[in-house]
């Protein structure tokens, strides 16, 4: 069965110092990956999603960066923290296959940036 | 790209009373997902639509997607207070799902 791994669950970054989060993907083949986030109270905002190794589509310009370095490991990184980069971060896979379009969500990074 | 809108932002029930969010579209979809976020969760995936005019149904939850394809409700009937969470709905085109903003439910026991 596939199963994602997101972590840390946690993290909280002063200001101005990098981030590196990590989401992994087993039981699957060729996922296509997606980093949201996730405002206190509001909706997904996506953030990144690749659809291949080393294919990454950035949806809204900001402060961060996305990297797939192997077919199911997709890293979220920024090299300097702003205040408005916290919020809840969400990891997904899916296989777009035909009609089946479901995401699987993995449990998520709550950051906080003081 | 798709975009999909989500009213209401929020809705506070009673226990027991109905309740339903609707997701719009000014293009034609061709697929509309539903996803529940309890608090502090991640959203799980519910059910999917494909087809114009197509119902599903799961217990108390009935989901519709409009004959033009361009919208879509979730329908709870007689809510818990199991039902509280965020309700999104989302439409994948070419690999890409796009998110509404989601339907916050609170029920009150």
């Known amino acids: 069965s596939q199963t994602i791994h997101q972590w840390p669950a946690t993290l909280v970054q002063p200001v101005g110092s990098p981030l590196s989060l990590e989401c992994t993907v087993e039981g699957t083949s060729n996922p296509n990956l997606y980093w949201y986030r996730q405002a206190a109270g509001r909706g997904l905002q996506l953030l990144f999603y690749?659809?291949?190794?080393?294919?990454i589509s950035s949806e809204v310009p900001q402060n961060l960066s996305a990297s797939r370095p192997q077919d199911r490991q997709f890293i979220l990184s920024s090299k300097k923290l702003l205040l408005s980069d916290s919020g809840f971060y969400l990891c997904a896979w899916s296989v777009f296959s035909g009609l089946n379009t479901e995401a699987f969500f993995g449990q998520g990074t709550r950051l906080t940036v003081v | 790209g798709q975009q999909v809108m989500q009213i209401p932002q929020y809705q506070h029930v009673q226990e027991g009373e109905d309740f339903t969010t609707y997701c719009n579209s000014s293009?034609?979809?061709?697929?509309i997902q539903w996803y529940k976020q309890r608090p502090g969760g991640h959203p799980v995936f519910l059910i999917q639509?494909?087809?114009?005019?197509e119902v599903k149904k799961q217990k108390r939850l009935t989901f519709q997607f409009g004959e033009a394809k361009k919208n879509s409700s979730l329908h709870i009937t007689a809510t818990q207070t199991t039902d509280v969470g965020t309700y999104f709905c989302a439409s994948t085109n070419a690999g890409k799902s796009t998110f509404g903003d989601g339907t916050t439910l609170t029920v009150k026991p």
């Open positions: 639509l494909v087809k114009s005019g």
């Open positions: 293009t034609t979809l061709s697929n």
């Open positions: 690749s659809v291949g190794i080393g294919q």
